[in-house]
């Protein structure tokens, strides 16, 4: 129903549109032209229930001119969303045939045309579409620019996207930001970096990535992806002090990363045989971050300590404070060894219960658009937004 108004609203539109190519003109003065039969062969399809060729003809009745412009564009960009966009690079190319046309009006043309090839998946022909407005069309750079980057992002052409997106920012601070597009930016070209990086590291080529990764730092202070890849490296050449530091690091950067860190944290740890390391940056963290990871890692480290019965207690005594699935599984599972018959029986299946609950349940979520998964993605895939996807806090969550 919705998009019947829709297209009632375009067609009334297109009417008007073609009154005032034809007839009507400001002042309240009107030359007496008969309506186009195409007009009246385009109401009958839409009385028809037939809305595709009433659109089609509406269009090919309609005066291409300064005047109705915005309604041939508005229709092509109703088929584009409408996933018709064949229809909608037939009415943009339509336009653009049209050198009779203000140059402002065939550059925007121009850059709907590019779109409908981006939509239809022809980036080539988008991106040529796209050059040649950076060059004829000033005033349509910055959407240009970043339509390019969209291009470059999906075919993972990461060092062009690289150089699309630095022509955005404003030659005063490649480095600092300060608009809300700025900063968006900015934080594309530290993804688009730690691309490169993640590159880099698969062919071994630790310097490069080492190089990459200080440039998204550069460009985002606050990218966790590029810490976490920081120590990535660095675990993988030896260096483990360094690699606890970008691990640290995340801690300051953003609270909610600091799961993601506990694994390679413990093995930068074992491998330097600091066995206290790790257990105090845990009670450490727990002290002002209420986290169910932190949590499970630090009852893991007193269940090695001090035994099961220790675990159990602690872990009992902090989910009084705040409640955990995971955290109530973990106990079930500490008590479940010192139990026998029907209360073992009982725990099992209380476990089975809460096991099958998380395993439906999404671990992480997009702050933009609300996707959620159980992968961690540093590009939203419905979004498209880079770093907005963190994990779930929660009694279900973190």
């Known amino acids: ?132 407005l950076l060059t004829e069309a000033p005033e349509l750079k910055s959407v240009a620019l970043g339509q390019l980057m969209e291009i470059y992002q999906e075919e993972k052409e990461w060092q062009q996207a690289i150089d699309a997106a630095q ?31 993640e590159l880099a590291m698969a062919k071994n080529d630790y310097l490069t990535a080492r190089t990459k990764l200080k440039q998204a730092l550069s460009y985002d202070r606050n990218c966790i992806r590029a810490s976490l890849l920081a120590a ?68 893991a480290q007193i269940k090695a300590d001090r035994g099961k019965a220790a675990a159990a207690v602690y872990l009992s005594a902090e989910l009084k404070k705040r409640q955990s699935l995971k955290g109530l599984a973990m106990l079930i599972d500490l008590h479940l060894s010192d139990s026998s018959g029907r209360e073992r029986e009982d725990l099992s299946i209380l476990q089975m219960l809460i096991d099958q609950l998380l395993q439906n349940k999404p671990g992480y979520q997009c702050h933009q658009c609300g996707f959620a998964g159980r992968s961690l993605h540093w590009l939203c895939p419905s979004c498209k937004q880079w770093g907005q996807i963190k994990l779930i806090r929660g009694v279900e969550g973190d």
């Open 232 to 299: 990535s490296v660095e675990f993988k050449t030896g260096h483990y002090s360094r690699s606890i530091k970008h691990l640290r690091k995340v801690r300051e950067q953003d609270l909610v990363f600091i799961p993601e860190t506990l694994t390679l944290l413990q093995s930068c740890f074992q491998a330097l045989d600091d066995k206290d390391g790790f257990k105090d940056y845990l009670v450490e963290t727990h002290e002002y971050y209420s986290s169910t990871s932190v949590l499970l890692a630090l009852v």
């Open 1 to 132: 129903m919705a998009d019947v108004w829709q297209l009632l609203l375009i067609f009334s539109a297109i009417a008007i549109g073609w009154l005032l190519g034809r007839g009507w003109r400001l002042g309240g003065k009107r030359q007496d032209v008969p309506i186009h039969p195409q007009y009246y062969k385009g109401l009958n399809y839409l009385i028809n229930d037939q809305p595709d060729g009433a659109l089609d003809t509406f269009v090919e009745s309609l005066e291409v001119n300064s005047d109705t412009l915005e309604t041939h564009i508005a229709v092509g960009n109703l088929m584009r969303r409408k996933g018709e966009v064949d229809r909608a690079i037939r009415i943009h190319q339509n336009l653009l045939s049209r050198p009779s046309l203000p140059q402002i009006h065939l550059h925007q043309a121009h850059l709907e045309l590019a779109r409908d090839f981006i939509s239809a998946g022809l980036f080539d022909r988008a991106e040529r579409l796209l050059k040649d």
């Open 167 to 197: 022509q955005l920012l404003p030659r005063r601070s490649l480095l600092k930001s300060s608009s809300p597009v700025e900063k968006v930016v900015t934080v594309n070209l530290s993804h688009y970096c730690c691309e490169l990086a």
